[in-house]
Protein backbone atom coordinates (compact mmCIF):
# COMPACT_ATOMS: atom_id res chain seq x y z
CA UNK A 1 0.00 0.00 0.00
CA UNK A 2 1.16 3.59 -0.65
CA UNK A 3 -0.33 6.56 0.25
CA UNK A 4 0.61 10.02 -0.88
CA UNK A 5 2.78 12.66 0.48
CA UNK A 6 1.75 16.27 1.18
CA UNK A 7 2.10 18.85 -1.50
CA UNK A 8 1.94 22.61 -0.98
CA UNK A 9 -1.82 24.30 0.03
CA UNK A 10 -3.53 20.41 -0.42
CA UNK A 11 -6.51 21.29 1.45
CA UNK A 12 -7.31 17.87 3.15
CA UNK A 13 -3.68 17.11 3.43
CA UNK A 14 -4.31 17.41 7.52
CA UNK A 15 -7.54 15.62 7.32
CA UNK A 16 -6.80 12.67 5.52
CA UNK A 17 -2.79 12.18 5.50
CA UNK A 18 -4.05 8.37 4.35
CA UNK A 19 -5.70 9.28 0.93
CA UNK A 20 -4.37 7.19 -1.61
CA UNK A 21 -5.39 8.47 -5.65
CA UNK A 22 -7.46 6.19 -7.76
CA UNK A 23 -5.06 4.14 -9.80
CA UNK A 24 -6.71 5.21 -12.73
CA UNK A 25 -6.52 9.36 -12.12
CA UNK A 26 -2.89 8.03 -11.67
CA UNK A 27 -2.26 6.66 -15.01
CA UNK A 28 -3.86 9.21 -16.89
CA UNK A 29 -1.51 11.36 -15.70
CA UNK A 30 1.80 8.84 -15.86
CA UNK A 31 0.92 7.27 -19.05
CA UNK A 32 -0.30 10.47 -21.19
CA UNK A 33 1.53 13.14 -18.92
CA UNK A 34 4.84 13.61 -17.79
CA UNK A 35 8.06 15.11 -19.84
CA UNK A 36 8.80 12.09 -22.80
CA UNK A 37 12.39 12.33 -23.17
CA UNK A 38 13.00 10.49 -26.80
CA UNK A 39 16.98 9.78 -28.55
CA UNK A 40 19.49 7.32 -27.77
CA UNK A 41 20.39 7.72 -24.13
CA UNK A 42 16.56 6.26 -23.13
CA UNK A 43 17.16 2.56 -22.79
CA UNK A 44 13.50 1.67 -23.93
CA UNK A 45 10.79 3.92 -22.90
CA UNK A 46 11.00 5.35 -26.98
CA UNK A 47 9.91 1.75 -28.41
CA UNK A 48 7.43 0.95 -26.08
CA UNK A 49 4.37 2.25 -27.29
CA UNK A 50 2.43 3.57 -23.63
CA UNK A 51 -0.69 5.06 -25.00
CA UNK A 52 -1.48 0.77 -26.00
CA UNK A 53 -0.79 -0.58 -22.51
CA UNK A 54 -2.56 3.03 -21.34
CA UNK A 55 -5.88 1.36 -23.66
CA UNK A 56 -5.35 -2.22 -22.16
CA UNK A 57 -4.92 -0.93 -18.50
CA UNK A 58 -7.78 1.27 -18.44
CA UNK A 59 -10.36 0.55 -20.67
CA UNK A 60 -10.29 -3.03 -21.86
CA UNK A 61 -11.80 -5.17 -18.99
CA UNK A 62 -8.54 -6.85 -17.26
CA UNK A 63 -10.01 -9.96 -17.44
CA UNK A 64 -10.40 -9.97 -21.01
CA UNK A 65 -7.92 -11.26 -22.99
CA UNK A 66 -8.63 -9.73 -26.29
CA UNK A 67 -9.01 -6.03 -26.80
CA UNK A 68 -11.41 -4.66 -28.18
CA UNK A 69 -11.18 -2.91 -31.96
CA UNK A 70 -12.90 0.26 -31.57
CA UNK A 71 -11.51 1.01 -28.17
CA UNK A 72 -8.07 0.47 -29.99
CA UNK A 73 -8.96 3.62 -32.26
CA UNK A 74 -10.14 5.78 -29.56
CA UNK A 75 -7.94 9.16 -29.44
CA UNK A 76 -5.67 9.34 -26.67
CA UNK A 77 -5.25 12.87 -25.73
CA UNK A 78 -6.54 16.37 -26.85
CA UNK A 79 -4.61 19.29 -26.17
CA UNK A 80 -6.08 22.75 -25.76
CA UNK A 81 -4.47 25.88 -24.64
CA UNK B 1 26.58 1.78 -9.74
CA UNK B 2 25.64 -1.74 -9.45
CA UNK B 3 26.61 -4.18 -12.40
CA UNK B 4 23.25 -5.25 -14.08
CA UNK B 5 21.05 -2.40 -12.30
CA UNK B 6 19.40 0.65 -14.44
CA UNK B 7 19.14 4.24 -14.11
CA UNK B 8 14.97 4.99 -13.37
CA UNK B 9 14.33 8.61 -13.34
CA UNK B 10 11.23 9.95 -11.87
CA UNK B 11 11.75 13.85 -12.49
CA UNK B 12 13.92 16.65 -13.28
CA UNK B 13 13.51 19.14 -10.49
CA UNK B 14 14.61 22.84 -9.34
CA UNK B 15 17.29 22.14 -6.91
CA UNK B 16 16.60 23.50 -3.35
CA UNK B 17 18.19 22.96 0.18
CA UNK B 18 15.41 20.99 1.34
CA UNK B 19 15.17 18.82 -1.68
CA UNK B 20 18.55 17.16 -0.51
CA UNK B 21 16.59 16.12 2.63
CA UNK B 22 13.53 15.12 0.94
CA UNK B 23 15.64 12.62 -0.92
CA UNK B 24 17.52 11.23 1.75
CA UNK B 25 15.35 7.89 2.90
CA UNK B 26 13.07 8.29 0.05
CA UNK B 27 12.03 5.09 -1.52
CA UNK B 28 11.43 4.39 -4.83
CA UNK B 29 10.77 1.65 -7.36
CA UNK B 30 11.36 -1.78 -5.81
CA UNK B 31 12.00 -0.67 -2.57
CA UNK B 32 15.51 0.98 -3.57
CA UNK B 33 16.70 4.52 -2.23
CA UNK B 34 16.59 7.61 -4.01
CA UNK B 35 19.41 9.85 -5.16
CA UNK B 36 19.72 13.21 -6.75
CA UNK B 37 22.06 13.18 -9.95
CA UNK B 38 23.08 16.78 -10.47
CA UNK B 39 25.01 18.68 -13.52
CA UNK B 40 28.33 18.82 -14.05
CA UNK B 41 28.42 21.99 -13.45
CA UNK B 42 26.25 21.38 -10.03
CA UNK B 43 23.28 24.21 -9.65
CA UNK B 44 20.20 24.59 -10.57
CA UNK B 45 19.05 21.64 -12.04
CA UNK B 46 18.67 17.92 -11.04
CA UNK B 47 17.51 14.73 -11.68
CA UNK B 48 15.60 12.04 -9.21
CA UNK B 49 16.97 8.42 -9.77
CA UNK B 50 16.76 4.99 -8.18
CA UNK B 51 18.32 2.19 -9.48
CA UNK B 52 16.53 -0.79 -10.78
CA UNK B 53 17.28 -4.27 -11.71
CA UNK B 54 18.36 -4.63 -15.78
CA UNK B 55 15.94 -7.79 -15.81
CA UNK B 56 13.26 -5.74 -15.22
CA UNK B 57 13.61 -2.92 -16.86
CA UNK B 58 15.26 -4.09 -20.58
CA UNK B 59 13.32 -3.47 -23.45
CA UNK B 60 11.73 -6.93 -23.56
CA UNK B 61 10.23 -7.44 -19.74
CA UNK B 62 9.19 -3.45 -19.40
CA UNK B 63 7.00 -4.63 -22.34
CA UNK B 64 6.15 -7.33 -20.66
CA UNK B 65 5.62 -6.09 -16.99
CA UNK B 66 3.42 -3.28 -18.39
CA UNK B 67 1.00 -5.43 -19.48
CA UNK B 68 0.04 -6.80 -15.92
CA UNK B 69 -1.94 -4.50 -13.81
CA UNK B 70 -0.65 -5.44 -10.43
CA UNK B 71 3.05 -4.57 -11.37
CA UNK B 72 1.68 -1.74 -13.39
CA UNK B 73 0.14 -0.13 -10.25
CA UNK B 74 3.22 -1.33 -8.00
CA UNK B 75 5.17 1.13 -10.49
CA UNK B 76 3.07 4.07 -10.86
CA UNK B 77 2.39 4.22 -6.85
CA UNK B 78 6.13 4.36 -6.60
CA UNK B 79 7.02 6.90 -8.72
CA UNK B 80 4.11 8.81 -7.70
CA UNK B 81 5.46 8.85 -4.12
CA UNK B 82 9.06 9.79 -5.65
CA UNK B 83 7.18 12.91 -7.36
CA UNK B 84 4.73 13.85 -4.40
CA UNK B 85 7.96 14.21 -1.88
CA UNK B 86 9.71 16.82 -4.53
CA UNK B 87 6.58 18.46 -5.42
CA UNK B 88 6.43 19.51 -1.90
CA UNK B 89 9.54 21.23 -1.39
CA UNK B 90 10.15 21.95 -5.04
CA UNK B 91 8.55 22.73 -8.66
CA UNK B 92 8.88 19.21 -10.23
CA UNK B 93 9.43 18.17 -13.87
CA UNK B 94 7.46 14.40 -13.70
CA UNK B 95 9.32 12.44 -15.87
CA UNK B 96 6.43 10.00 -18.49
CA UNK B 97 6.61 6.37 -16.28
CA UNK B 98 9.43 4.13 -16.87
CA UNK B 99 12.19 6.70 -18.25
CA UNK B 100 14.94 4.60 -17.34
CA UNK B 101 18.72 4.94 -18.72
CA UNK B 102 22.17 2.99 -18.53
CA UNK B 103 23.57 4.79 -15.74
CA UNK B 104 23.67 8.15 -13.95
CA UNK B 105 26.31 9.31 -16.09
CA UNK B 106 23.47 9.19 -19.19
CA UNK B 107 21.11 10.97 -16.77
CA UNK B 108 23.63 13.77 -16.18
CA UNK B 109 24.45 13.99 -19.99
CA UNK B 110 20.59 14.49 -20.68
CA UNK B 111 20.41 17.45 -17.38
CA UNK B 112 23.47 18.87 -19.43
CA UNK B 113 22.22 19.65 -22.87
CA UNK B 114 18.94 20.48 -21.87
CA UNK B 115 19.54 22.24 -18.73
CA UNK B 116 17.76 25.46 -20.52
CA UNK B 117 14.63 23.87 -21.71
CA UNK B 118 14.41 22.15 -18.36
CA UNK B 119 14.42 25.24 -16.56
CA UNK B 120 12.19 27.35 -18.74
CA UNK B 121 9.45 25.29 -18.15
CA UNK B 122 10.23 24.49 -14.27
CA UNK B 123 9.75 28.44 -14.42
CA UNK B 124 6.37 28.14 -15.46
CA UNK B 125 5.35 25.10 -13.60
CA UNK B 126 6.47 27.08 -10.20
CA UNK B 127 3.82 28.06 -7.95
CA UNK B 128 1.32 25.60 -9.73
CA UNK B 129 -0.86 23.00 -9.18
CA UNK B 130 -2.94 20.19 -11.18
CA UNK B 131 -6.86 20.01 -10.26
CA UNK B 132 -8.19 16.88 -12.30
CA UNK B 133 -12.14 17.60 -12.76
CA UNK B 134 -14.59 15.03 -14.05
CA UNK B 135 -18.14 15.44 -15.03
CA UNK B 136 -20.20 12.43 -14.63
CA UNK B 137 -24.04 11.66 -15.72
CA UNK B 138 -25.89 9.52 -13.79
CA UNK B 139 -27.46 6.81 -15.88
CA UNK B 140 -30.83 6.99 -16.23
CA UNK B 141 -33.25 5.81 -14.02
CA UNK B 142 -35.66 3.07 -14.37
CA UNK B 143 -38.93 4.89 -15.92
CA UNK B 144 -42.08 4.35 -13.47
CA UNK B 145 -44.29 1.91 -14.84
CA UNK B 146 -46.82 3.78 -17.02
CA UNK B 147 -50.84 3.10 -16.11
CA UNK B 148 -52.20 -0.18 -17.15
CA UNK B 149 -54.73 1.18 -19.08
CA UNK B 150 -52.50 1.54 -21.73
CA UNK B 151 -51.92 -0.93 -24.40
CA UNK B 152 -48.68 -2.63 -24.51
CA UNK B 153 -47.76 -0.99 -27.50
CA UNK B 154 -48.64 2.48 -26.08
CA UNK B 155 -47.19 1.52 -22.76
CA UNK B 156 -43.42 0.50 -23.93
CA UNK B 157 -43.55 3.76 -26.29
CA UNK B 158 -44.61 6.00 -23.13
CA UNK B 159 -41.79 4.60 -21.35
CA UNK B 160 -38.73 4.62 -24.07
CA UNK B 161 -40.18 8.26 -24.32
CA UNK B 162 -39.66 8.81 -20.19
CA UNK B 163 -36.03 7.30 -20.95
CA UNK B 164 -35.20 9.16 -23.33
CA UNK B 165 -36.18 12.52 -21.62
CA UNK B 166 -34.30 11.71 -18.43
CA UNK B 167 -31.28 11.57 -20.40
CA UNK B 168 -31.43 13.90 -22.28
CA UNK B 169 -32.02 15.91 -19.38
CA UNK B 170 -28.96 14.96 -17.69
CA UNK B 171 -26.75 15.73 -20.72
CA UNK B 172 -28.42 18.90 -20.94
CA UNK B 173 -27.17 19.44 -17.33
CA UNK B 174 -24.07 18.04 -17.99
CA UNK B 175 -23.55 20.98 -21.16
CA UNK B 176 -24.72 23.21 -18.38
CA UNK B 177 -21.93 22.35 -15.93
CA UNK B 178 -19.04 22.32 -18.35
CA UNK B 179 -20.00 25.73 -18.93
CA UNK B 180 -19.89 26.36 -15.48
CA UNK B 181 -16.46 24.70 -15.19
CA UNK B 182 -15.38 26.64 -18.15
CA UNK B 183 -16.39 30.13 -16.83
CA UNK B 184 -14.36 29.08 -13.74
CA UNK B 185 -11.55 28.13 -15.25
CA UNK B 186 -11.30 31.14 -17.35
CA UNK B 187 -10.88 32.93 -13.83
CA UNK B 188 -8.50 30.75 -12.31
CA UNK B 189 -6.46 28.08 -15.33
CA UNK B 190 -3.89 29.13 -17.21
CA UNK B 191 -3.47 26.00 -18.84
CA UNK B 192 -5.92 23.00 -19.44
CA UNK B 193 -5.29 19.39 -20.76
CA UNK B 194 -8.07 16.77 -21.78
CA UNK B 195 -7.50 13.14 -20.80
CA UNK B 196 -9.46 10.32 -22.18
CA UNK B 197 -12.60 9.36 -20.67
CA UNK B 198 -12.76 6.62 -18.16
CA UNK B 199 -14.53 3.70 -18.78
CA UNK B 200 -13.42 0.22 -18.11
CA UNK B 201 -12.88 -1.61 -14.70
CA UNK B 202 -10.82 0.77 -13.36
CA UNK B 203 -13.77 3.39 -13.94
CA UNK B 204 -15.31 3.22 -10.45
CA UNK B 205 -17.93 6.15 -10.93
CA UNK B 206 -20.92 5.93 -10.21
CA UNK B 207 -22.91 7.01 -13.33
CA UNK B 208 -20.76 8.05 -17.13
CA UNK B 209 -17.64 9.87 -17.57
CA UNK B 210 -18.13 12.67 -19.92
CA UNK B 211 -15.05 14.78 -19.29
CA UNK B 212 -11.45 13.94 -17.88
CA UNK B 213 -9.85 17.29 -17.86
CA UNK B 214 -6.66 18.82 -15.83
CA UNK B 215 -6.51 22.18 -14.84
CA UNK B 216 -3.18 24.12 -13.93
CA UNK B 217 -3.60 26.39 -11.50
CA UNK B 218 -2.05 29.05 -9.22
CA UNK B 219 -1.49 27.84 -5.78
CA UNK B 220 -2.78 30.76 -4.22
CA UNK B 221 -5.67 30.41 -6.23
CA UNK B 222 -5.73 26.58 -6.04
CA UNK B 223 -8.54 26.52 -3.23
CA UNK B 224 -11.32 28.82 -4.15
CA UNK B 225 -11.04 27.34 -7.61
CA UNK B 226 -11.59 23.51 -5.96
CA UNK B 227 -14.85 25.36 -3.83
CA UNK B 228 -16.43 27.14 -7.29
CA UNK B 229 -16.01 23.56 -9.23
CA UNK B 230 -17.58 21.81 -6.54
CA UNK B 231 -20.11 24.26 -6.65
CA UNK B 232 -20.78 24.15 -10.97
CA UNK B 233 -23.44 21.27 -10.25
CA UNK B 234 -25.72 22.97 -7.93
CA UNK B 235 -29.01 22.63 -8.68
CA UNK B 236 -28.66 20.36 -11.57
CA UNK B 237 -30.00 17.09 -11.34
CA UNK B 238 -28.34 13.67 -13.08
CA UNK B 239 -25.04 15.32 -13.41
CA UNK B 240 -21.80 14.87 -11.12
CA UNK B 241 -18.68 16.51 -10.86
CA UNK B 242 -15.77 15.04 -9.01
CA UNK B 243 -12.61 16.87 -8.05
CA UNK B 244 -8.73 15.66 -7.48
CA UNK B 245 -5.56 16.88 -6.66
CA UNK B 246 -3.64 18.93 -6.36
CA UNK B 247 -1.40 16.75 -8.06
CA UNK B 248 2.47 17.96 -9.22
CA UNK B 249 1.89 19.11 -13.05
CA UNK B 250 2.46 15.71 -13.90
CA UNK B 251 0.28 16.79 -17.41
CA UNK B 252 1.58 19.91 -18.00
CA UNK B 253 5.13 18.22 -17.94
CA UNK B 254 5.90 18.55 -21.48
CA UNK B 255 8.68 20.65 -23.60
CA UNK B 256 8.78 22.35 -26.58
CA UNK B 257 10.73 20.46 -28.38
CA UNK B 258 9.42 16.96 -27.89
CA UNK B 259 7.10 15.55 -30.62
CA UNK B 260 3.36 14.27 -30.45
CA UNK B 261 3.42 11.16 -27.94
Known sequence: MTTTGPLPARPEAAAVPQRQVALIDLLDRLL??????????????ADIDLVRVSLRALIV????????PQVLSAPSRRRQP | MTAGSLAYTYAVARNADALRQTVEGLIGVGGAPVHLVHTTQGGDVVAAVSHVPEEDFDEAALSRHLEDLEWLEALARAHHRVIEAIAA????LPLRLATVYLDDNRVRTVLDDRRDVFLGRLRRLAGHVEWGVKLYVDAPPI????????????AYLRRRRAEQDSRQDAFRAAERAAERIEAVARVYAVDRV???LQE????VGPGVNVSNDAYLVPLDQADPFRADILRSTDSLAGVRVDITGPWAPYSFATLQEEGAP
Not at chain 1, 35 to 45: A, E, H, K, M
Not at chain 1, 61 to 68: F, G, I, R, T
Not at chain 2, 200 to 203: D, H, K, S, T, V
Open chain 2, 200 to 203: GELA
Open chain 1, 32 to 45: SGGVVLTGDLVLSI
Open chain 2, 143 to 154: APTPSPDLSPGR
Open chain 2, 89 to 92: CTTV
Open chain 1, 61 to 68: SVSEQNPA
Open chain 2, 194 to 196: RHR
